[in-house]
């Protein structure tokens, strides 16, 4: 399921102790949440997947940045979330913001186009995963066209690490575009390929950018 904001804001929660806060992108925590928590309730009616609580539903949030939407689905009642980011400096704001006061919350550093490499041999199979403006991030930080590439191996892996039966891939996008990435029949995830990752890919688009490397305009 996707939801699509037509432009870029950036909004910020008031500020934490030693001045650290939430930053969000494209659509506030608060309106995210109130469409993930729809979304969720629909899911929940009319899955396949025996009925679950709030707290026995485990939740992954891809590319979290600093968001308080994972600290709004935590005091909503969904206790079993994995929130990740591959910048090691979000996940600490994330650790110092919401640490020690909301548990149910583990963060860890992850690349969302080698979630299975960050899991290790007992990757994990979730409900619910949660994509909040995270493959918009990975193509507008690079060339659009490797962007393109890293964004469809990230639905890739999704597919690993989401519960066959029954699972839910919630997308917040500032394009209803990203859709037809999700519907690439071709989407796969070989971590066997050895492709670099999005934090090579993407500086590499950087640099090919500054050079006027190729771009894809699609």
């Known amino acids: ?3 699509a904001w037509a432009n870029w804001r950036r909004e910020g929660e008031e500020e934490e102790d030693g001045g650290i806060r939430s930053e969000d992108w494209c659509a506030s925590a608060d309106d995210a949440f109130k ?15 025996d009925p679950k609580s709030k707290s026995s539903c485990r939740v992954l949030i891809l590319a979290c940045g600093t968001s308080s939407l994972v600290a709004k689905l935590h005091d909503d009642g ?15 704001i994330q650790k110092r ?9 583990t963060f860890r550093v992850a690349d969302a186009a080698r979630l299975s490499k960050a899991f290790g041999p007992r990757t994990p199979t979730f409900d619910v995963v949660i994509d909040k403006t995270g493959s918009d991030s990975i193509i507008f930080r690079s060339n659009r066209r490797i962007g393109k590439s890293l964004a469809r191996r990230m639905y890739g892996e999704v597919t690993k690490v989401l519960d066959p039966k029954a699972g ?10 990203r859709t037809m990435l999700l519907l690439d029949p071709d989407i796969v995830a070989d971590d066997d390929a050895g492709g670099p990752g999005i934090e090579e890919e993407g500086e590499e688009g950087e640099q090919n950018d ?3 490397g190729d771009e894809d305009k699609g």
């Open 1 to 3: 399921t996707t939801a």
């Open 78 to 92: 969904y206790t079993n979330i994995v929130c990740t980011d591959i910048a090691a400096s979000a996940i600490e």
């Open 35 to 49: 469409w993930v928590k729809k979304e969720l309730l629909e899911w929940t009616r009319t899955s396949d997947a």
């Open 97 to 105: 913001l919401h640490g020690r006061s909301r548990p149910g919350i």
């Open 168 to 177: 839910v891939f919630l997308m917040i996008s500032v394009s209803k575009q």
């Open 210 to 212: 500054k050079n006027g």
